[in-house]
């Protein structure tokens, strides 16, 4: 099984992230970055009330945003619950 890198700063990766895609993240970004390889599968997970980032609409903008911070966060979350090399599971962020 992969192991993490003890030596990893989850804090600098998350700030990295903010200062690449700013507060509010969305469209492929967000897709990406939750770990959705289409679009297609991002829209049923979210449909299905899957997602467990809180995502929302912005007035005259297409598509689901959600905060920089808290997808991130997630991200991190299921890092450290050791979920490498394995299929995801849906555990929601306390």
């Not at 897709?31 to 979210?46: M, P, T, V």
């Not at 966060?73 to 050791?82: E, K, S």
């Amino acid at each position: 099984m992969i192991q993490p890198n003890p030596q990893f700063d989850e804090a600098s990766w998350i700030e990295a992230q903010v200062a690449r895609y700013g507060p509010v993240v969305g469209s492929e970004a967000l897709r990406s970055l939750l770990g959705f390889r289409s679009a297609s599968a991002f829209q049923k997970a979210r449909l299905q009330g899957q997602l467990e980032v809180a995502v929302f609409a912005l007035p005259g903008r297409q598509g689901v945003f959600a905060l920089t911070q808290e997808a991130c966060t997630w991200v991190m979350a299921q890092r450290r619950l050791g979920r490498f090399g394995a299929a995801p599971q849906r555990e929601a962020i306390k």
